[in-house]
């Protein structure tokens, strides 16, 4: 079982900063990826770092602009987004999946989750 625990989120101006953080039990076992979902949508990927090489993978929608890492000492996974966008108001959740099997970009192929942080983004 992997807890996990995200903070960081809050209330930011269009093309300002926030960082996410989730705390977990570990971060180098499992691939971790951040995914949010906006009210009346469905959940989706963001970004997802693998758990052997720390090779990391983004959704086009916000390539260029988040950076997803991790503190393997920490065992704390993070998401710097900048360049923040009205549409990027969500909830984020931060995710694990234990199959070690490649980088998932599905929700339902992840087995543990975080209870979500509130990002919104004013215009």
């Known amino acids: 079982q992997v807890q996990l625990v995200e903070s960081g989120g809050g209330l930011v101006q269009a093309g300002g900063s926030v960082r996410l953080a989730c705390a977990a039990s570990?971060?180098?076992?499992?691939?971790m990826a951040w995914f949010r979902q906006a009210p009346g949508k469905d959940r989706e990927f963001v970004a997802a770092?693998?758990?052997?090489?720390?090779?990391?993978y983004y959704a086009d929608s916000v390539k260029g602009r988040f950076t997803i890492s991790r503190d393997n000492v920490k065992n704390t996974m993070y998401l710097q987004m900048n360049s923040l966008k009205p549409e990027d108001t969500s909830v984020y959740y931060c995710a694990a999946d234990r199959s070690r099997t490649g980088i998932a970009t599905i929700s339902r192929d992840y087995d543990f989750w975080g209870q979500g942080t509130q990002v919104t983004v004013s215009s």
């Open positions: 770092i693998y758990w052997s090489n720390g090779s990391t």
């Open positions: 570990t971060v180098t076992r499992y691939t």
